[in-house]
């Protein structure tokens, strides 16, 4: 990627961005065309949230787009919980709560703001999903932040689910995943396709690797991590908070 991050897509860019696709979103399995595996990630990260959470009373999106994951959540859980949506995009969130709300009949809040400055109550969440949505964070500190206030918000016990568009800190390898990658776009649409996808990647993104996804996870507190599948350039993988110990545990 050649495009330094302070040249990069502003928040207001994204944002204006998806208030256009809101339609290409909205469709729970087409959704994601550029995405490698993406069916199969959604699949996987969800069905690891009740692994670990069999007991899910709420729920928090971030990046939620049209709510795809917390509607492939909830169908999966089979039983409605509380649901707050956040995203730069009011159309999406339009879009997310009108197609939520066919779901759950648990509350739904909706946050028209950056995950990094939303004021949310700690604790409160049993299970946090953040799906094509960390690789928009640019300098080491955003993610440090952003993955410690995740750590905050879990309750204990609670578990935090990503499936991303993802680096590689090798350089050599890098340059074959996203050979991979294109020639993988090249199927989906051919060159002048893979043209327009590495170029809006190469102006809004900039995504960090696996390891140091972990790694920042283990710094922030999470007891648990693990990779759920990778393939390329995309990767799905979380965390789980460690439970509060009492006097009555021993």
Known sequence: MSIPLNKKSTTSDIEKRF???VERFSNIDTGQVTTIDASLSMELITEAAISANPVI???LDIGCGAGNNTIKLLRK???GFDC???????HMLE???ERVSQETQGEINTFHEDFRTVDLNEES???ILAAAVLHHLREYQDWKDVFEKIFRLLKPGGSFWVTDLVSHDDSNIQTLMWNRYGNYLKTKGGDD???KVFKYIDQEDSPRSVVFQLDLMRDSGFETVDVLHKNSCFSAFGGIKGKKISVTDY
């Open 95 to 97: 879009r997310a709560k």
């Open 77 to 79: 859980y089979g039983t």
């Open 19 to 21: 208030d256009k696709d």
């Open 57 to 59: 009373l709420k729920v």
């Open 125 to 127: 969440y049993d299970v």
């Open 84 to 90: 707050d949506l956040v995203d730069l995009s009011m």
């Open 193 to 195: 396709y893979m043209e």
